[in-house]
């Protein structure tokens, strides 16, 4: 596997962060030198993923560590979690890093919760490879797919969710295809999943969003595979807008729909999809396409960043800790323990 770019990078005193919002055009670095920046760069789509925002948040309650109080870890926690409603992996890696602060003395700080930090960003790393293996079983031989958004590396701290198990699978000669939606309106498909794809020579082609239902009635696709930013007790998928319409295409085919999510995405707390906050963003995002108004003066427009799959939608989830099929509240309690 190609070597990847570093993406976020851990200084002691600053998160050094590739700016993913200049991708593919340019390799740009912003350093993050309080937890209010690191908020900013997770707000402002800087760095994105659910895993990884995830560890960007433990890096920002690491850098607020450095002032060895409480209440700066508490102000930090209120800003990183206000900074994206909808992954919860960012929350539970700040309750995380809390927890271990309440029992460290004030002196201590600094070094335990960067040493926690990182064991957070290896964590991530290792989930990535199993569920690549676990994921990759699931395919048959050179299968095409389909994926949405990005679930890479650059999602993540590792290889990715749904993209660790492409990789995987392609090393296995279980992928041959990979079809990436481009995902309005920040493309992460166009512009993050494909510049992965195509660094490691991994056979891939670029549709917009709505041509998935077509492709599947004109050709043959084997597996859908994405990534989740959070995952409800019942089992009901979220992750990228575009990803439920995608499920309900998937089914209407027959094709398998496959999720891949560490234990971290998972919030046993929320009962099903419809407690989970969907994040909506400014309007003008959709609205402009790289600052280029494309549509008229005045027009309105929403902004949903993500939706929800019902778990009798998704064929398998696909975890560090195993496979959940089928999805359902009992096999997701068994899972997580
Ligand atoms: O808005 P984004 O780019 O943070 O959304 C990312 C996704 O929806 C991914 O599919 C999800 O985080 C899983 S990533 C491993």
């Given at each position: 596997m190609a070597r990847p770019i570093p993406h976020i990078v851990w200084k002691r005193d600053r998160l050094r962060v590739l700016?993913?919002?200049?991708l593919p055009r340019r390799i740009v670095y912003v350093d993050c030198r309080t937890p209010r920046e690191v908020a900013k760069a997770i707000k402002d789509m800087a760095l994105r993923g659910a895993p990884l925002i995830g560890c960007a948040a433990a890096f920002g309650m690491a850098l607020a560590a450095r002032r060895r109080s409480v209440r700066a870890l508490d102000a930090a926690a209120e800003v990183l979690v206000k900074?994206?409603?909808?992954?919860?992996n960012l929350a539970h890696a700040v309750s995380a890093m809390r927890e271990l602060a309440r029992s460290t003395p004030p002196a201590g700080l600094p070094e335990r919760l960067a040493r926690a930090a990182e064991r957070y960003y290896r964590d991530d790393l290792s989930f990535n490879r199993r569920m690549g293996v676990l994921g990759a079983a699931l395919l048959p031989r050179g299968a095409v797919v389909i994926t949405h958004c990005n679930a890479g590396a650059l999602a993540t701290s590792?290889?990715?969710?749904a993209l660790g198990v492409i990789r995987e699978a392609f090393r296995q000669g279980r992928v041959a295809h990979v079809y990436a939606d481009e995902t309005r309106p920040y493309l992460q498909g166009s512009r993050l999943t494909l510049w992965e794809l195509m660094q490691e020579g991994i056979p891939c082609t670029l549709i917009t969003d709505s041509m998935a239902a077509h492709l599947m009635k004109v050709q043959r696709i084997d597996a859908v595979i994405v990534g989740s930013d959070r995952i409800a007790a019942n089992g009901d998928v979220c992750n990228k807008i575009g990803t439920y319409g995608l499920a309900i295409v998937a089914r209407h085919h027959r094709v398998p729909f496959y999720a891949v999510a560490p234990?971290?995405?998972?919030?046993?707390?929320?009962?099903?999809?419809?407690?989970i906050p969907i994040e909506e963003r400014s309007a003008k995002e959709v609205l402009e396409l790289s600052g280029i108004p494309?549509?008229?003066?005045g027009a309105r427009a929403r902004h949903f960043a993500f939706d929800v799959t019902p778990a009798?939608?998704?064929t398998a989830i696909v975890t560090e800790k195993g496979v959940i099929r089928p999805v359902n509240a009992a096999r997701v309690k068994r899972l997580l323990g």
């Amino acid at each position: 596997m190609a070597r990847p770019i570093p993406h976020i990078v851990w200084k002691r005193d600053r998160l050094r962060v590739l700016d993913q919002r200049e991708l593919p055009r340019r390799i740009v670095y912003v350093d993050c030198r309080t937890p209010r920046e690191v908020a900013k760069a997770i707000k402002d789509m800087a760095l994105r993923g659910a895993p990884l925002i995830g560890c960007a948040a433990a890096f920002g309650m690491a850098l607020a560590a450095r002032r060895r109080s409480v209440r700066a870890l508490d102000a930090a926690a209120e800003v990183l979690v206000k900074s994206r409603p909808t992954a919860v992996n960012l929350a539970h890696a700040v309750s995380a890093m809390r927890e271990l602060a309440r029992s460290t003395p004030p002196a201590g700080l600094p070094e335990r919760l960067a040493r926690a930090a990182e064991r957070y960003y290896r964590d991530d790393l290792s989930f990535n490879r199993r569920m690549g293996v676990l994921g990759a079983a699931l395919l048959p031989r050179g299968a095409v797919v389909i994926t949405h958004c990005n679930a890479g590396a650059l999602a993540t701290s590792g290889i990715g969710t749904a993209l660790g198990v492409i990789r995987e699978a392609f090393r296995q000669g279980r992928v041959a295809h990979v079809y990436a939606d481009e995902t309005r309106p920040y493309l992460q498909g166009s512009r993050l999943t494909l510049w992965e794809l195509m660094q490691e020579g991994i056979p891939c082609t670029l549709i917009t969003d709505s041509m998935a239902a077509h492709l599947m009635k004109v050709q043959r696709i084997d597996a859908v595979i994405v990534g989740s930013d959070r995952i409800a007790a019942n089992g009901d998928v979220c992750n990228k807008i575009g990803t439920y319409g995608l499920a309900i295409v998937a089914r209407h085919h027959r094709v398998p729909f496959y999720a891949v999510a560490p234990t971290t995405t998972f919030d046993p707390g929320t009962a099903d999809g419809s407690g989970i906050p969907i994040e909506e963003r400014s309007a003008k995002e959709v609205l402009e396409l790289s600052g280029i108004p494309i549509a008229p003066v005045g027009a309105r427009a929403r902004h949903f960043a993500f939706d929800v799959t019902p778990a009798r939608l998704v064929t398998a989830i696909v975890t560090e800790k195993g496979v959940i099929r089928p999805v359902n509240a009992a096999r997701v309690k068994r899972l997580l323990g």
